[in-house]
């Protein structure tokens, strides 16, 4: 059984800063790539950055710069710091990771979302 858990959504004013935490836990054998997605409330899901193992990143073009994304492989956590926030980035954030565990091959694992609110 693998969980994901995320950590560090709330409210916010426009101009301020947040940093997500996301810890993955359970029989895992590996992680290939984790990161980010959002969704704001009626809009389709997004990427907003991914990372892999070695460090190599994708972002979304808009994103990309005011949200950095890292990783810690020793604790299976990944982060995102999210800079300048804007009103349009009110959403719920969710984390993945593509996991390999002691029974399955590599699979999709999402957390439950924490929600990111910008209002002044």
């Known amino acids: 059984q693998v969980q994901l858990v995320e950590s560090g959504g709330g409210l916010v004013q426009p101009g301020g800063s947040l940093r997500l935490s996301c810890a993955a836990s359970?029989?895992?054998?590996?992680?290939?790539?984790m990161g980010w997605y959002r969704q704001a409330s009626g809009k389709q899901r997004e990427l907003v950055a991914r990372?892999?193992?070695?460090?190599?990143?994708n972002y979304a073009d808009s994103l990309k710069g005011r949200f950095p994304n890292s990783r810690d492989n020793a604790k299976n956590t990944v982060y995102l710091q999210m800079n300048s926030l804007k009103t349009e980035d009110t959403a719920v954030y969710y984390c993945?990771?593509?996991?390999?565990?002691?029974?399955?091959?590599?699979?999709?694992?999402w957390g439950p979302g924490t929600q990111v609110t910008l209002s002044s």
């Open positions: 990372i892999t193992t070695s460090g190599s990143t």
């Open positions: 993945n990771a593509e996991i390999k565990t002691m029974s399955r091959g590599s699979t999709d694992y």
């Open positions: 359970g029989s895992i054998f590996s992680i290939s790539a």
